[in-house]
């Protein structure tokens, strides 16, 4: 309803016909749940850019919904965004091709512009939506298990673990140690979802 001017202009008509039914607005930024080539972010964000003070100028609260940060799942590959980055990966190295690893410095650059460029937008608030998370990018459920995310773990801890020992340590070996295993990478996991949080904000 915004990225066309017909219908945004529509849409506020409808809304004053309603004046005691809304008082928020939130934009999301896409209707597909792959990132977008950033090219096509920053052309969406100069018309939030255009449309925010509009609605603020009518007593509405303003708010941007970025759709995809590292994506949800694939979904309209063809005009999503086109990377050579590190995909999120399950255990048994099946990937998910529309969401990339959240620990990927590529990935954070992205983050970062893609954020930037919605604040300018100067919204009353920004929402971070739910792909921002480790589990269930389908076709996959658990992640991340790429060959960026495993380098990273051994060098957090002095191991030599590759994919397939590092998924037996956390299900095969003695509880004792599974268990350090699995609070370890539960660690490394949170860190991963930090890091992308702080460069979104």
Known sequence: HWLKADNFTRLLTFLAQQPDAVDELVFFTSTTHAPLPLKEVARRAQRLAEIVPQAQQRGYRVGINV??????????????LVASWPRVT???GAISRGSFCPGSPELLDY???????TAQAHPDLIWIDDDVRLMGHM???????CDDCITR?????????????????MADAPTTERDQWRDRWLAHNRALITGLLHVAT
Not at 67 to 80: A, K, Q, R, V
Not at 111 to 117: E, G, I, P, R, W
Not at 153 to 169: I, M
Request: aromatic letters at 8%.
């Open 67 to 80: 759709l995809t940060s590292m994506g949800h799942h694939e979904e309209d590959l063809p005009h999503s």
């Open 90 to 92: 399950d255990p048994a």
């Open 111 to 117: 983050v970062a512009q893609v954020y930037t460029l």
């Open 139 to 145: 076709p996959i459920r658990v992640t991340c298990f």
């Open 153 to 169: 773990f051994n060098a957090e801890h002095g191991a030599s673990f590759t994919r397939p020992t590092l998924v037996a340590a």
